[in-house]
C-alpha cells in the first residue's frame, strides 16, 4: 500500500520539487511570478490536498492541471522551457510530469481505453434500456409487434419486442 502512494506521488511530488525550488529562486531574487505561475502553484496545491483528501479526484484532477500546463497555459517554475509542436507550445517541465504519469498509471490508462465500461455495467445498460421499450411498447397488439420487429430497431428494442410478444403467447 505504501508503495502505490508513493507511486502515485510522483508525478505530484515532482511538480511540488520543481515548484517549491522557484519558489526559492524568487524569494532569493528579484524574479516576480507571471500570473500563470501563481494559477499553476494554486492548482498543484489544490492537487496536493486532494491526494491525502480524494484519491480518485486527485487522479483525474492532476492530470488536467498537467495537461493545461502542458500547452503552457499554466506554469509550475519560474523559468519555463517550450518547444513548438506546430502551432502548439509544449511545455517541457509538464510534459516530463506527463510522461511520469502516464508510466505511473499505465494500467488504469489502458483500461479506460480499451474497456470503458465493465461487462457488469453493459449488461445493466442493456436491461435498463430494453424495460423502457417494454414501457413504451406494452400497449401494441400482437400484429402491431410483429410488424415492428420487421424494422430496423436497436437490440434492446427487439429484445423487449420478443418479451412482449411471448407476453401474448401466454
Not at 494559477?39 to 483528501?53: A, E, N, P
Not at 519555463?80 to 488504469?108: D, M, N, R
Amino acid at each position: 500500500m505504501i508503495k502505490k502512494n508513493i507511486k502515485e506521488f510522483l508525478p505530484l511530488g515532482f511538480l511540488n520539487i520543481i515548484s517549491f525550488i522557484s519558489i526559492i529562486h524568487v524569494i532569493t531574487s528579484n524574479y516576480i511570478f507571471e500570473i500563470k505561475q501563481y494559477i499553476g502553484l494554486s492548482l498543484l496545491l489544490i492537487c496536493t490536498i486532494l491526494f491525502f483528501v480524494n484519491r480518485k479526484f486527485y487522479k483525474y484532477f492532476i492530470f488536467i492541471t498537467i495537461i493545461i500546463g502542458v500547452i503552457n497555459l499554466i506554469a509550475f517554475s519560474s523559468t519555463t522551457f517550450t518547444f513548438a509542436l506546430g502551432l502548439i507550445e509544449i511545455q517541457l517541465i509538464p510534459f516530463i510530469a506527463f510522461i511520469i504519469y502516464v508510466s505511473v498509471f499505465k494500467s488504469k490508462i489502458i483500461s479506460i481505453l480499451s474497456n470503458p465500461k465493465s461487462k457488469k455495467e453493459n449488461e445493466n445498460d442493456f436491461k435498463i434500456s430494453k424495460n423502457r421499450f417494454k414501457q413504451k411498447f406494452k400497449n401494441l397488439s400482437k400484429s402491431e409487434i410483429e410488424t415492428r420487429l420487421n424494422e430496423k430497431l436497436v437490440p434492446e428494442a427487439i429484445e423487449a419486442l420478443k418479451e412482449l410478444k411471448n407476453e401474448f403467447k401466454i
